[in-house]
């Protein structure tokens, strides 16, 4: 009987009480499910680390990671670091060495939840969210010279390739291919960044033509104008694709229309041969730290993810099943009306395993 091997990034906040309660549902998987075993190696990097060590992580960080046929993260970040460290030297760096393309970010308004959004009900709101992830605005290429005096200079190079364009936009349209609205979104900005996101279009425009997706339908919009309709006509996405900058904003406000960041899961994937990795989107949420009231949800859409992307499809849809009844009449945590804690509303889901 094969055990899965899990890397347990718990991290800052309340990553480790939301990672800890994606633990105790795997766990109790491994219970219910013949066959289904997990090994989970954690990891204490993050913060703390960092102020024992000026590192958010050893050296050899990457090499223990890939050791791992997937990772689970909690949240990084802390208000006494500046964030462009937590994030340079620890979430990007996984990404890019194991060649994470995927980002993944579903948006789903379901039953239970109420979206701020007048007249809109489960179901009605459905998207699947494909973020480009290793390249574009986030590339470490640039610089900062004079610093300090008044002719400070701060260079950022926004770097696109062709593969990076072409493997992101592809995966969006195989996804389509499965889904019953059979539609991509290309979120844009190339009438103002003339280069970069013009090469984006041409190789969107491309693959759209291939025969292969000659029944996906298309759309375009700039990213201030899709901002707009992810607020006015939500129903009209299906599947969306962009750039890093651009889907890591627009899904942040995908999730605050179908219930918030505290039901908002994400995967990093590649077809590199590395582990990929699976996180909610909340950050570290500091004010709360420790209240023990922090929403697992997220964690534990992202637990499902994970079981789906290591061929655990069964597993996958059993807590998918749980956590859905969980939104739909359990006793939920704070953020969503209820009065439960963390533990709580993950003994909920478990229940109904």
């Known amino acids: 009987m094969a055990s899965h091997k899990i890397a347990l ?6 990553g480790t009480e939301v990672v800890n309660e994606g633990v105790r549902v795997l766990k109790a998987l491994a219970k219910r499910q013949r066959g289904l075993r997990f090994d989970f190696t954690r990891y204490p990097w993050g913060s703390d680390y960092y102020h024992k060590t000026g590192r ?3 050296e050899n960080f990457l090499d223990k990671l890939a050791e791992a046929d997937t990772i689970l993260l909690g949240a990084v970040g802390r208000p006494d670091i500046p964030d462009h460290i937590t994030l340079q030297q620890l979430l990007l760096p996984i990404r890019r060495a194991f060649d ?6 579903p948006i789903i308004l379901l039953e239970g939840l109420e979206s701020p959004l007048k007249g809109y009900g489960p179901g009605d709101i459905d998207m699947l969210c494909f973020r480009e992830n290793t390249e574009g605005e986030y590339s470490p290429a640039g610089g900062r010279h004079y610093q300090g005096f008044p002719a400070e200079v701060a260079i950022q190079n926004v770097i696109f390739t062709r593969m990076g364009c072409e493997r992101i936009i592809t995966a969006a349209f195989e996804a389509a291919l499965g889904r019953k609205k059979k539609h991509v979104t290309n979120i844009t900005k190339s009438n103002a960044q003339g280069y970069t996101l013009v090469l984006w279009d041409e190789v969107f425009d491309e693959i759209a033509a291939r025969p292969r997706y000659k029944k996906i339908g298309t759309g375009k919009f700039l990213v201030d104008a899709a901002a707009l309709e992810f607020v006015r006509r939500p129903e009209i996405f299906d599947v969306v694709v962009a750039s890093n900058l651009f889907a890591d904003i627009l899904t942040d406000l995908g999730a605050g229309i179908v ?3 505290g039901i908002a899961p994400s995967a990093n994937t590649g077809d590199a041969g590395y582990p990929g990795f699976f ?8 004010d709360i730290m420790g209240k023990g009231i922090a929403n697992p949800v997220a964690t534990i859409f992202a637990v499902s993810m994970m079981l789906e992307y290591l061929g655990e499809g069964r597993a996958a849809k059993r807590v998918d099943t749980a956590v859905c009844e969980h939104l739909a009449g359990g006793r939920r945590t704070g953020d969503l009306g209820g009065d439960a804690t963390t533990r709580q509303a993950a003994n909920d889901i478990i229940k109904r395993l």
């Open 279 to 286: 996180e909610p989107v909340h950050g570290s949420a500091p």
């Open 56 to 58: 958010m992580a050893p």
């Open 100 to 105: 994470l393309y995927i980002n993944l970010r």
């Open 259 to 261: 219930g918030g960041l």
């Open 9 to 14: 990034l718990p991290g800052d906040g309340i």
